[in-house]
T-cell receptor, first 117, second 111 residues
Framework: EAEVAQSPRYKITEKSQAVAFWCDPI?????LYWYRQILGQGPELLVQ????????DSQLPKDRFSAERLKGVDSTLKIQPAELGDSAMYLC???????????????FGNGTRLTVT | QKEVEQDPGPLSVPEGAIVSLNCTYS??????FMWYRQYSRKGPELLMY????GNKEDGRFTAQVDKSSKYISLFIRDSQPSDSATYLC???????????FGQGTTLQVKP
């Protein structure tokens, strides 16, 4: 079964450094999401792409976070500078089209665990 | 008041027990009601979804929605050690990918 690929699996960085995460969605999936999951909490949506366009980045802290999906396939999420409170699991998900259920459920990757020291 | 409240547990039960997991919500605009399962160090996976009040059954799992009380439940019958995971309720106000998650309930099923 096709999977959403994310790298790296783990990342440790010092505060004020830059860090980047990469996501390769399931082939053919037009919609891509980045969620952040703080330990002991549920995931929260940071940004949603439809093809290469951002459709929702209302929860993205734009002073330090940026996300791109230049060719409408893979995506990069960047944090600069990292802060201690950014320590979390960063999850990428994809779906065939905008949707959450039915024939377009979200498929999540296994995430990147970020620790900021 | 949080949009979604979910008892974090942890919940520990013996194998074969019936498990009940619950969430309450405050947003009347929620139309889709989901349960995700997340194993340790893995991403969440969709377990069940529904968009109407009532029960929906899938094998050992039953999802229940009560829109009038803004309350959803997931029941697991004949629980197995392989059911040990964190269960997350999730909601959407439209069929979009913007999901509002509960904080998750950690379940351990002991052999």
């Amino acid at each position: 079964e096709a999977e959403v690929a994310q790298s790296p699996r783990y990342k440790i960085t010092e505060k004020s450094q830059a860090v980047a995460f990469w996501c390769d969605p399931i082939s053919g999936h037009a919609t891509l999401y980045w969620y952040r999951q703080i330990l002991g909490q549920g995931p929260e949506l940071l940004v949603q792409f439809q093809d290469e366009s951002v459709v929702d980045d209302s929860q993205l802290p734009k002073d330090r976070f940026s996300a791109e999906r230049l060719k409408g396939v893979d995506s990069t999420l960047k944090i600069q500078p990292a802060e201690l409170g950014d320590s979390a699991m960063y999850l990428c998900a994809s779906s065939p089209r905008q949707g959450a259920v039915g024939n377009s459920p979200l498929h999540f990757g296994n995430g990147t665990r970020l620790t900021v020291t | 008041q949080k949009e979604v409240e979910q008892d974090p547990g942890p919940l520990s039960v013996p194998e074969g027990a019936i498990v009940s997991l619950n969430c309450t919500y405050s947003n009347s605009a929620f139309q889709y009601f989901m349960w995700y399962r997340q194993y340790s160090r893995k991403g969440p996976e969709l377990l069940m979804y529904t968009y109407s009040s009532g029960n929906k059954e899938d094998g050992r799992f039953t999802a229940q929605v009560d829109k009038s009380s803004k309350y959803i439940s997931l029941f697991i019958r004949d629980s197995q050690p392989s059911d040990s995971a964190t269960y997350l309720c999730a909601f959407s106000s439209g069929n979009t990918g913007k999901l509002i998650f509960g904080q998750g309930t950690t379940l351990q099923v002991k052999p």
